[in-house]
C-alpha cells in the first residue's frame, strides 16, 4: 500500500495533534498509550477529547518515527 503524503491535525482546543502519514511506521505506541484517543479502525482516526491533554502528550512523546506531533494552541512551548 502506497504511503500517502498527508498531514492531519487534530484539536482538542488546548493542543492540537499533527500526523504525518508518510512518517508512520504503524509501531502502535499510540495506540497502546492512549487507546481512547488513537483508533486506527475508525474515523476520523484520532479523538482528541477522549483523554487529557497531559496523557496525549506523554503519548504522542512515545511514537518512535515522528509521525505524531503537537503544539499549543496558544502558542506556548511545549
Ligand atoms: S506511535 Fe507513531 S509511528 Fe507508531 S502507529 Fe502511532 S503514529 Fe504511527
Known amino acids: 500500500m502506497e504511503k500517502e503524503n498527508i498531514t492531519k491535525e487534530y484539536t482538542n482546543g ?11 511506521i ?5 495506540v497502546k498509550g492512549s487507546p481512547d484517543v488513537f483508533q486506527p479502525k475508525t474515523k476520523p482516526w484520532v479523538k482528541p477529547n477522549a483523554s487529557p491533554t497531559e496523557q496525549i502528550i506523554k503519548t504522542i ?10 503544539y499549543y494552541n496558544d502558542g506556548r512551548e511545549g
Open 14 to 24: 488546548e493542543i492540537t495533534i499533527v500526523w504525518k502519514a508518510s512518517k508512520c
Open 26 to 30: 504503524h509501531s502502535g505506541n499510540c
Open 61 to 70: 512523546d512515545t511514537c518512535p518515527s515522528g509521525a505524531l506531533s503537537y
